[in-house]
């Protein structure tokens, strides 16, 4: 079957490095995705990853290896703001009838 | 501030009621989705629409019927709801569906409670 697991919930401290690890089983793969999604509002786009390795943003990277049905979310200098859930999703092939499958989402607390 | 908008932002309606969500973007995009999030459930899409023309329905119920006017406007008509049909209703938009609508823009969403 298709599945995506990531940590339910982390905590972490403000300033430190968190990593949000999110393993994957699906028919096909064509691209993951992360979103972050605060409480009460809609999810926003972080990241994408086609091809192994690592994409860096900001404070914010995200890697893959596709060998090993793995991604992870690297968030530096936390802050309180990055308190929120993070989506980890994956389209399972290209072209038409392409699925979108996304995880639980991972609610992530930063404490100062 | 978000270039997606949805409406209400809170819908209760008993089982026997009818009611649309509407959805409305200003991003110029051609692609639009409806999904539900329901607690303790991955994020589901429901329907996509790309260019007005409906692309995929995720064997939704036919008691959740979408239409999309024009590219900017995606409406979700409910009706004779079910209480598990409960959740947060998310509508999204992207470029067009093709390589890069993995960045897609969300709404607020509209947080539905049936009785």
């Known amino acids: 079957g298709q599945n995506i697991d990531q940590p339910t919930e982390m905590t972490a401290t403000e300033g430190a490095i968190v990593q949000i690890n999110c393993t994957y089983q699906?028919?096909?793969?064509?691209?993951l995705f992360w979103y972050q999604q605060h409480a009460g509002e809609a999810p926003t786009f972080l990241s994408y990853?086609?091809l192994d390795g690592l994409e860096e943003k900001g404070r914010f990277s995200s890697f893959l290896s596709r060998s090993k049905g793995y991604s992870y979310l690297l968030l530096k200098e936390l802050q309180m703001k990055d308190s929120a859930s993070y989506l980890c999703?994956?389209?399972?092939?290209?072209?038409?009838?392409?699925?979108?499958?996304w995880g639980l989402g991972t609610s992530l607390a930063v404490n100062p | 501030e978000t270039g997606v908008t949805q409406t209400p932002r809170h819908l209760v309606m008993g089982m026997t009621n009818k009611k649309s969500l509407k959805c409305e973007q200003h991003?110029?995009?051609?692609?639009m989705y409806w999904y539900k999030q329901s607690a303790k459930k991955p994020l589901e899409l429901m329907f996509v629409?790309?260019?007005?023309?409906?692309?995929e329905n995720n064997s939704v119920p036919s008691r959740f019927s979408p239409e999309c006017p024009n590219s900017s406007h995606l409406f979700l008509h409910l009706h004779t709801l079910q209480p598990e049909d409960s959740a947060l209703y998310l509508c999204?938009?992207?470029?067009?569906?093709?390589?890069?609508?993995?960045?897609?823009?969300f709404g607020p969403g509209t947080r539905l409670t049936v009785t």
């Open positions: 991003l110029g995009h051609n692609a």
């Open positions: 629409y790309n260019f007005k023309e409906q692309t």
């Open positions: 999703a994956v389209r399972d092939r290209a072209g038409n009838n392409r699925k979108l499958i």
């Open positions: 990853n086609v």
């Open positions: 699906t028919s096909g793969f064509n691209g």
């Open positions: 999204a938009s992207s470029q067009e569906v093709g390589p890069r609508d993995y960045e897609q823009y």
